[in-house]
């Protein structure tokens, strides 16, 4: 990852999207294929035993101001993130990430239009997830004026970051939920373990989390990938890496930098946490408007679970399908009345809610490259000025 960011810090004003453009090979094809047919299998296992014109009729009967004030759990959830990005990068240095033209730290709302333009791809593609890390990339260059070694520490960083909170999410939802899970292990896994495999979840990923943090806020990651890839076979090879060996080290400086701003990390999971939490209350808010009669601390045990399978599902598009299975297997396994039909409602509506986000994120994404001007070189004499290696300087 270093030294595809560190190339593309080099070559940001020339061609950023170059790669992107590529016509895809067999292999990602493929993927996406196997993505798309996941999906449907699981979709139409979902639906197939609902009542279609009960779920209609459920649908129907949630009001369309209801409906709109539906979409703002994911508003919350988005402000959250956006903000905590907007800590990340603008506290990797020792002085604040400033936009080269104005002096000035890049506005709160770029880094809301570069997270709604980046969870639009990760929702629209199979593994979107990676797709949308690169792009953030490019954004954060391109809107926030974020040169190429700051962006590849911060995006590390809010990556650890992110796998903290939601190690954090899956404790709270232990805490108020461990007997719903217990309820639930049977029929789900026809035994008593579920809620303890939902424990080792948490702690792998409290472990992954410390350690990715650990790791890069060393401040010898990329030195440590920079000497593996030195001993590479080839001289063009060899060349290639020794070009952007100043990219490398800048890199670790930022990430060594951010590692020092701990109030600022403290905040942006404390936000994450809130992210997490705002999209389990959603599907409270869901359920509820369906008149489902169910606690959160019901969902939350089940929607920390689901979050996990989700992610494990990468190559399908936000979980289409396989998430979609197990929020109806959670109904049935807790008892809901008409789990299947109350199920197929609520997953539609879900649904229907990240498409209008899928196309809101796409139209900021095509509109801010047209709206949002590149940032540019820093200009000789300015506040900041930036050295051959992309550090900020003053």
């Known amino acids: 990852m270093t ?23 067999t292999g990602a094809v493929a993927l996406r294929w196997l993505g798309v047919a996941v999906a449907a299998a699981a979709l139409w296992s979902t639906l197939r035993g609902a009542d279609l014109p009960s779920v209609a009729a459920l649908i129907a009967s949630v009001s369309a101001p209801m409906m709109a004030l539906a979409l703002v759990p994911n ?86 970051l992110i796998v903290l909170a939601n190690a954090a999410y899956v404790a ?34 409290l472990v992954v989390a410390l350690a990715l943090g650990g790791a890069l806020f060393s401040g010898t990651v990329a030195s440590r990938v920079f000497a593996w890839l030195k001993r590479l076979p080839g001289q063009r090879v060899k060349a290639y890496v020794d070009a952007r060996a100043a990219a490398f080290s800048a890199t670790d400086r930022h990430a060594a930098a951010l590692g020092e701003r701990r109030a600022a990390l403290a905040a942006a999971a404390l936000l994450l946490l809130g992210m997490w939490l705002a999209e389990g209350a959603e599907t409270y808010l869901f359920l509820r408007l369906l008149g489902v009669d169910v606690s959160l601390s019901e969902v939350l045990s089940f929607e920390v679970v689901l979050a996990l399978l989700r992610a494990a599902a990468f190559i399908v598009p936000a979980g289409l399908g396989v998430q979609d299975a197990g929020y109806v297997a959670f109904l049935t396994a807790l008892g809901v009345p008409a789990a299947a039909t109350v199920g197929a409602a609520f997953v539609l509506i879900k649904r229907a809610k990240e498409l209008v986000w899928i196309a809101l994120g796409l139209l900021v994404f095509f509109g801010g490259r047209a709206a949002f001007r590149p940032a540019p070189a820093p200009m000789a004499g300015s506040e900041a000025t930036r050295g051959r290696d992309g550090v900020v300087t003053r």
């Open 172 to 205: 709270i939802a232990l805490a108020l939920g461990f007997g719903h899970l217990e309820r639930a292990s049977r029929p789900l896994i026809g035994g008593p373990g579920l809620p303890w495999l939902v424990v080792l979840s948490g702690l792998g990923l």
């Open 3 to 25: 030294l595809l960011a560190s190339d593309a810090a080099r070559d940001a004003h020339d061609e950023p999207l170059r790669g992107a453009r590529s016509r895809p090979g």
């Open 75 to 160: 508003l919350v959830a988005r402000l959250f993130q956006a903000e905590a990005s907007r800590r990340v990068f603008d506290t990797h240095t020792h002085t604040r990430t400033r936009n080269p033209a104005s002096g000035r730290p890049a506005p709160f709302s770029r880094y809301l239009a570069l997270t709604l333009s980046t969870e639009a791809l990760s929702m629209s593609v199979p593994a979107g997830a990676a797709l949308s890390e690169s792009v953030t990339f490019y954004l954060l260059h391109r809107w926030c004026g974020i040169p190429g070694p700051q962006g590849v520490a911060g995006i590390a960083a809010r990556r650890a």
